[in-house]
């Protein structure tokens, strides 16, 4: 099953405060293997084609979290700020499932899992 970017961007936050964790608890094992988490999602995340014209702001996001937690934190982000940011999509992919639950013959809109299926 295809996840909708929402539903990236929500699972690849979760793996970010999993690093952010073993950051504050100064465990570099966990956070290191944390990390090669994130950057593989990451990885997955922009190679996959629906989100070509999302890229530009995954990449943004990409180097704000690699930054927080691998770099000297010049945006001056918190684990809870990108908490926040993470949860948000979760939210929306959590509104957008349970609305197709409730009306599956209504059309997917932005970020849903078949938004890019080959008709714009």
């Known amino acids: ?6 539903e990236q961007l929500a ?5 970010v405060a999993r690093a952010a964790r073993a950051k504050e ?7 290191t293997s944390w990390l090669a ?3 593989a999602e990451f990885d997955l995340t922009l190679s996959d084609p629906r989100w070509e014209g999302d890229r530009p702001e995954i990449e ?3 180097l704000v979290v690699e930054d927080f937690l691998d770099g000297p934190n010049t945006n001056g982000s918190s684990a809870a700020a990108l908490d926040e940011f993470f ?16 009306h599956p013959d209504r059309p997917t809109g932005p970020g849903d899992i078949n ?3 080959g008709e714009e």
């Not at 608890?25 to 956070?31: E, Q």
């Not at 949860?87 to 409730?102: D, I, T």
């Open 1 to 6: 099953m295809l996840l909708s970017l929402d």
């Open 11 to 15: 699972n690849l936050g979760t793996d």
């Open 25 to 31: 608890g100064g465990d570099t094992a966990r956070l």
């Open 37 to 39: 988490v994130v950057r």
């Open 60 to 62: 943004r996001i990409r």
């Open 87 to 102: 949860v948000s999509f979760a939210l929306r992919a959590n509104e957008s499932r349970r609305s197709r639950r409730e």
């Open 115 to 117: 938004r890019h299926d």
